[in-house]
């Protein structure tokens, strides 16, 4: 079974600190993908990668940067923390092939930004 | 941009009974796949299904690609089966990124 943790699950942090959040998936999966999901949206993608030193912007990544520094580790990073990005954080991880895409996602970091 | 939504937004049943959630996509899908998320948050992929139909436990999914659908069935509902079922797209021309629906709250009485 594929596993990804997350950390931290929860954090409370102040308007314009710096967040990170970070991902570590032991699957040996190329792809990973930070998603927020908030009432009314759904799962929305912020970045993605695909493998070590690979970062792509999502459909929603302004305010937000990420890291990919090994083919385990995907961070999300806020440098300037804004309460519109209080919300629940997503990461998951997955290969294509010959079934698909199939995404193993971690069990979420609620994020408040007061 | 692309567009993926689900009905019904909420669907209240007694065990026993059989659920039928449905999912339309403005474009042509290279894959499609069903997710569960608990009530506490937690989401795990049900099964990918791009086109045709394909059965897991009492799960069935039935994709029919030209006109835009997919369906997930669910037979025999148990309390355990609450929760959001998503529907996710992968487009061909998006990079093995999946855009996700707002989903179906399924509750399930005893």
């Known amino acids: 079974e594929a596993a990804v943790t997350q950390s931290p699950r929860n954090k409370v942090a102040v308007t314009g600190g710096k967040v990170t959040l970070s991902c570590n998936q032991t699957?040996?999966?190329?792809?990973m993908y930070w998603y927020r999901q908030d009432t009314g949206h759904g799962l929305r993608l912020i970045h993605y990668?695909?493998?070590?030193?690979?970062?792509e912007k999502g459909d929603i990544p302004d305010g937000y940067k990420a890291s990919r520094p090994s083919q385990e580790n995907f961070s999300l990073i806020l440098e300037l923390a804004t309460p519109s990005q209080t919300s629940v954080y997503f990461c998951?991880?997955?290969?294509?092939?010959?079934?698909?895409?199939?995404?193993?996602f971690g069990e979420g970091s609620r994020l408040i930004v007061v | 941009g692309q567009q993926v939504q689900q009905s019904p937004a909420s669907l209240v049943l007694q065990e026993g009974e059989n659920a039928e959630l449905q999912c339309n996509f403005s474009?042509?899908?290279?894959?499609l796949q069903w997710f569960y998320q608990s009530p506490g948050g937690s989401l795990v992929s049900l099964l990918s299904?791009?086109?045709g139909t394909k059965h897991t436990g009492r799960l069935t999914s039935t994709t029919v690609t030209k006109e835009r659908r997919s369906s997930l069935h669910i037979s025999s509902s148990q309390t355990t089966d609450s929760g959001t079922y998503l529907c996710?797209?992968?487009?061909?021309?998006?990079?093995?990124?999946?855009?996700f629906g707002i989903g179906t709250l399924l509750s399930v009485k005893p």
């Open positions: 998951a991880s997955g290969d294509p092939g010959a079934s698909g895409n199939t995404l193993y």
């Open positions: 699957n040996n999966h190329n792809n």
């Open positions: 990668s695909y493998g070590a030193g690979s970062t």
């Open positions: 474009s042509t899908a290279t894959q």
């Open positions: 299904n791009p086109s």
């Open positions: 996710a797209i992968e487009y061909g021309s998006s990079g093995n990124k999946l855009i």
